[in-house]
């Protein structure tokens, strides 16, 4: 390309200039440097990539663990005439081979990738053939293996600096420790890397703390005095729905995602929330990563956060386009006995792993020295029920057992069949005489599994869909028929996970290699447990200088909009805060208000009264009622 950095980014994007530090890393990749770039939520990392990727003669590679944000941003290219494909879900070889005839012959510009794909020989192959300008790493804080967020395959990104040794890689990350930053530069064989950084908590957001007795009270009467959209962030599936019914019975414009969603599901939920300018989703922390909505103005978490660089992640969604925003953490005092259990079931014990391993061995029946490569649905309710285990501690267990290259897991959710043939064989054919349709099923059950009339074998309903052309519910239908006339012994069972062994089974001798991982994975844990209380329950400095210190960006004044400024900035209110705060406690003297009737009759910025009330409830001098009503205290 002839145009340079600065013509590109006018032409197909409409910016007259970059933002800082964005034209200083574009300059360097340019040049073949390896940069590091630690930007906060919504800084325009993406575009630190696109620019000198589409400058360049070449291919730009982008690897990222957001299938959502991939899309969304070939789908953003393809809308300004820029050539981007997207590797995401199970193609067919043939399939990727004609994507990558595109590359070849068709002018595209941007590869995006999961890191996955870097385990396939046929990709592999294809990107040791063309050109790469530039390896562009998006969430690089998953390469540390013992981060917040780590992802296995991530691991195998050290294969980049390989295929093509001179070619530039961008790392890019929204949050890292010093250690963590460390860890990705090893990781990813950085040459002396330049390191680019923006402080991690934005001056636009503010950060408010509250303990309360009724929580979701609160979150509903913030809600209901904010503009614009707004995530509600929820410890568990079943309260993101609870909480979304009674926030909409209010009257609320509300919405609910969590993990246990199927993909369509989170597509619509999604789709609509952007779409609609005042939508509340209500989520698990599996909302938000990767989305991109510049209007979000507050996000509210309804208990104590995991750890520092999850809730950093989380509060850096509001405010994206730079307008104010409030970030608040609405908890009370069980949420505190809460998190310490949470944080308590995360750390294993190597003795703990390996009884583990072998639960999870027998449950599917795998045999010593064997087991790998196998696959199967695990329903993690039902296996926690089997051996009478803590579900936290089992889901944390299983993911040190993937860290550790045990097993590979995958979100998958569905359902999974299980059945024991209990009528003697003449029963059972006279009955699967009597319906065709039910002995086409159970005939062809018989002829594909063995050992059905010994105990509960697992059934591929979609293989068996395969075998006799009978759609899935015509199956299940008969398999309901052969069990209310007990001529078998059904089980049917929804999964939350696709699991495969990777090693043969030799319990522990498969986990002792990997005690001393399994120690420092329990010593982060309690770390985290450490630092997040710290933050939130005993510490009396500005939130935002401890959070600064914790990244290592230290901040020389206190930032003068988070809880604890509040109650110490008594006596810094501006000329109009104190004119609004006589003009709320006189409003208040013989009345209760809610914040829309005290807008009304203070004409002053809505925005202005908002901190005016904040400041005043955090000096405990007015207080909110049941049906979120100010009054003095």
Same mark, same amino acid.
């Given at each position: 390309?002839?145009?340079?950095?600065?013509?590109?980014?006018?032409?197909?994007?409409?910016?007259?200039?970059?933002?800082?530090?964005?034209?200083?890393?574009?300059?360097?990749?340019?040049?073949?440097?390896?940069?590091?770039?630690?930007?906060?939520?919504?800084?325009?990392?993406?575009?630190?990539?696109?620019?000198?990727?589409?400058?360049?003669?070449?291919?730009?590679?982008?690897?990222?663990?957001?299938?959502?944000?991939?899309?969304?941003?070939?789908?953003?290219?393809?809308?300004?005439?820029?050539?981007?494909?997207?590797?995401?879900?199970?193609?067919?070889?043939?399939?990727?081979?004609?994507?990558?005839?595109?590359?070849?012959?068709?002018?595209?510009?941007?590869?995006?990738?999961?890191?996955?794909?870097?385990?396939?020989?046929?990709?592999?192959?294809?990107?040791?053939?063309?050109?790469?300008?530039?390896?562009?790493?998006?969430?690089?804080?998953?390469?540390?293996?013992?981060?917040?967020?780590?992802?296995?395959?991530?691991?195998?990104?050290?294969?980049?600096?390989?295929?093509?040794?001179?070619?530039?890689?961008?790392?890019?990350?929204?949050?890292?420790?010093?250690?963590?930053?460390?860890?990705?530069?090893?990781?990813?064989?950085?040459?002396?890397?330049?390191?680019?950084?923006?402080?991690?908590?934005?001056?636009?957001?503010?950060?408010?703390?509250?303990?309360?007795?009724?929580?979701?009270?609160?979150?509903?009467?913030?809600?209901?005095?904010?503009?614009?959209?707004?995530?509600?962030?929820?410890?568990?599936?079943?309260?993101?729905?609870?909480?979304?019914?009674?926030?909409?019975?209010?009257?609320?414009?509300?919405?609910?995602?969590?993990?246990?969603?199927?993909?369509?599901?989170?597509?619509?939920?999604?789709?609509?929330?952007?779409?609609?300018?005042?939508?509340?989703?209500?989520?698990?922390?599996?909302?938000?990563?990767?989305?991109?909505?510049?209007?979000?103005?507050?996000?509210?978490?309804?208990?104590?956060?995991?750890?520092?660089?999850?809730?950093?992640? &989380?509060?850096?969604?509001?405010?994206?386009?730079?307008?104010?925003?409030?970030?608040?953490?609405?908890?009370?005092?069980?949420?505190?006995?809460?998190?310490?259990?949470?944080?308590?079931?995360?750390?294993?014990?190597?003795?703990?792993?390996?009884?583990?391993?072998?639960?999870?061995?027998?449950?599917?029946?795998?045999?010593?020295?064997?087991?790998?490569?196998?696959?199967?649905?695990?329903?993690?309710?039902?296996?926690?029920?089997?051996?009478?285990?803590?579900?936290?501690?089992?889901?944390?267990?299983?993911?040190?057992?993937?860290?550790?290259?045990?097993?590979?897991?995958?979100?998958?959710?569905?359902?999974?069949?299980?059945?024991?043939?209990?009528?003697?064989?003449?029963?059972?054919?006279?009955?699967?005489?009597?319906?065709?349709?039910?002995?086409?099923?159970?005939?062809?059950?018989?002829?594909?599994?063995?050992?059905?009339?010994?105990?509960?074998?697992?059934?591929?309903?979609?293989?068996?869909?395969?075998?006799?052309?009978?759609?899935?519910?015509?199956?299940?239908?008969?398999?309901?028929?052969?069990?209310?006339?007990?001529?078998?012994?059904?089980?049917?069972?929804?999964?939350?996970?696709?699991?495969?062994?990777?090693?043969?089974?030799?319990?522990?001798?498969?986990?002792?290699?990997?005690?001393?991982?399994? &120690?420092?994975?329990?010593?982060?844990?309690?770390?985290?447990?450490?630092?997040?209380?710290?933050?939130?329950?005993?510490?009396?400095?500005?939130?935002?200088?401890?959070?600064?210190?914790?990244?290592?960006?230290?901040?020389?004044?206190?930032?003068?909009?988070?809880?604890?400024?509040?109650?110490?900035?008594?006596?810094?209110?501006?000329?109009?805060?104190?004119?609004?705060?006589?003009?709320?406690?006189?409003?208040?003297?013989?009345?209760?208000?809610?914040?829309? &009737?005290?807008?009304?009759?203070?004409?002053?910025?809505?925005?202005?009264?908002?901190?005016?009330?904040?400041?005043?409830?955090?000096?405990?001098?007015?207080?909110?009622?049941?049906?979120?009503?100010?009054?003095?205290?």
């Amino acid at each position: 390309m002839s145009s340079s950095p600065e013509q590109l980014l006018n032409q197909y994007w409409g910016y007259p200039s970059f933002r800082a530090p964005q034209e200083d890393i574009i300059r360097q990749l340019i040049s073949g440097r390896d940069v590091l770039a630690i930007l906060p939520t919504g800084s325009g990392k993406s575009l630190c990539y696109q620019v000198p990727g589409l400058h360049q003669e070449g291919v730009c590679v982008v690897i990222s663990p957001l299938v959502a944000l991939m899309e969304d941003q070939v789908k953003d290219l393809t809308n300004r005439n820029i050539k981007a494909v997207a590797l995401t879900g199970p193609q067919p070889p043939d399939e990727i081979t004609r994507i990558f005839d595109l590359f070849r012959h068709g002018g595209y510009k941007f590869l995006y990738l999961a890191p996955e794909r870097l385990k396939q020989d046929l990709v592999l192959d294809f990107l040791k053939t063309i050109r790469i300008n530039l390896w562009a790493i998006d969430e690089a804080h998953c390469i540390a293996q013992w981060g917040f967020d780590f992802r296995p395959a991530y691991q195998q990104l050290s294969v980049i600096r390989e295929l093509h040794p001179m070619v530039p890689i961008l790392a890019l990350t929204g949050t890292a420790t010093q250690e963590i930053t460390a860890e990705i530069i090893s990781a990813l064989g950085l040459k002396t890397p330049e390191l680019y950084s923006r402080s991690l908590i934005k001056e636009n957001i503010q950060l408010l703390i509250e303990q309360r007795e009724d929580v979701l009270g609160r979150i509903s009467a913030l809600a209901k005095a904010q503009k614009g959209s707004g995530i509600v962030y929820v410890s568990t599936r079943k309260q993101s729905e609870t909480f979304a019914r009674s926030l909409k019975s209010e009257g609320l414009d509300t919405a609910y995602f969590h993990g246990g969603m199927d993909q369509k599901q989170k597509q619509k939920a999604l789709e609509v929330w952007l779409s609609r300018p005042a939508q509340l989703m209500v989520a698990t922390s599996a909302f938000g990563m990767g989305i991109n909505h510049a209007g979000v103005r507050y996000v509210i978490h309804s208990f104590i956060p995991d750890s520092i660089e999850s809730y950093i992640q &989380e509060v850096g969604r509001a405010g994206r386009d730079g307008l104010p925003a409030q970030a608040w953490v609405i908890y009370h005092l069980q949420s505190i006995d809460q998190f310490k259990r949470r944080k308590n079931n995360q750390i294993i014990k190597s003795e703990d792993l390996k009884q583990f391993y072998r639960h999870l061995s027998n449950y599917f029946q795998v045999a010593y020295g064997e087991g790998q490569g196998n696959s199967f649905g695990l329903a993690v309710g039902d296996f926690c029920n089997t051996y009478h285990l803590n579900p936290t501690k089992a889901l944390t267990t299983l993911n040190i057992l993937e860290r550790i290259g045990i097993i590979n897991l995958k979100h998958q959710y569905g359902s999974k069949t299980r059945l024991q043939f209990t009528a003697d064989n003449n029963t059972l054919n006279q009955a699967l005489d009597q319906n065709p349709g039910a002995g086409l099923i159970g005939r062809n059950i018989l002829r594909i599994y063995g050992g059905v009339f010994q105990g509960k074998i697992s059934i591929d309903l979609y293989q068996l869909a395969r075998k006799t052309g009978v759609s899935v519910d015509q199956i299940k239908d008969a398999l309901h028929w052969m069990e209310k006339r007990e001529l078998v012994d059904l089980e049917h069972l929804q999964t939350d996970l696709q699991l495969t062994f990777l090693v043969p089974r030799e319990d522990a001798r498969s986990i002792n290699p990997h005690k001393s991982i399994i &120690e420092r994975h329990a010593k982060r844990i309690e770390l985290q447990q450490r630092d997040v209380l710290a933050l939130f329950q005993r510490s009396q400095d500005c939130l935002k200088k401890t959070l600064a210190h914790y990244f290592g960006q230290p901040l020389r004044e206190d930032c003068g909009m988070c809880t604890n400024c509040f109650k110490k900035n008594k006596q810094s209110k501006t000329s109009a805060g104190e004119a609004i705060e006589e003009l709320i406690i006189s409003l208040l003297k013989d009345q209760s208000l809610t914040i829309a &009737e005290l807008r009304e009759n203070i004409t002053f910025d809505p925005e202005d009264i908002d901190d005016v009330l904040t400041y005043l409830y955090h000096q405990q001098k007015i207080d909110i009622d049941a049906v979120n009503r100010y009054y003095l205290k």
